[in-house]
Nanobody, 126 residues
């Protein structure tokens, strides 16, 4: 069965950085686009970043553009979210997700992300 396991969450100060990782198993990794979502209390779950099957293109929500970077390593079946210049508003549970397809970056927000990790907590506070 498919498993996605996030790691790297924790506590950071405003302006600080964290790097999240997601390890995938049970799927042909290069057949899937990968994405990061987050869910904060009182807010709806939202797509933060996504990356195409081969890493050639990426999508970022406007609120994290120029602060977060998504990357993938298909040889290791991993996807990473590097988060810089963190803000208190970034506090949320972050989820890794996989959607089958080899489309272009513009299609990433419309993918059906069928497989999800358990989530990892990110807290930004002074």
């Amino acid at each position: 069965q498919v498993h996605l396991v996030e790691s790297g969450g924790g506590l950071a100060q405003p302006g600080g950085s964290l790097s999240l990782s997601c390890a995938a198993s049970g799927l042909t990794f290069s057949s899937y686009a990968m994405a990061w979502f987050r869910h904060a209390p009182g807010k709806r779950r939202s797509l933060i970043a996504a990356i195409t099957w081969n890493g050639s293109g990426a999508y970022y929500a406007e609120i994290v553009k120029d602060r977060f970077t998504v990357s993938r390593n298909n040889a290791r079946n991993t996807v990473t979210l590097q988060m810089n210049n963190l803000r208190a508003e970034d506090t949320a549970i972050y989820y890794c997700a996989a959607g089958r397809g080899r489309g272009i970056a513009q299609n990433l927000p419309g993918y059906e992300y069928d497989y999800w990790g358990q989530g990892t907590q990110v807290t930004v506070s002074s």
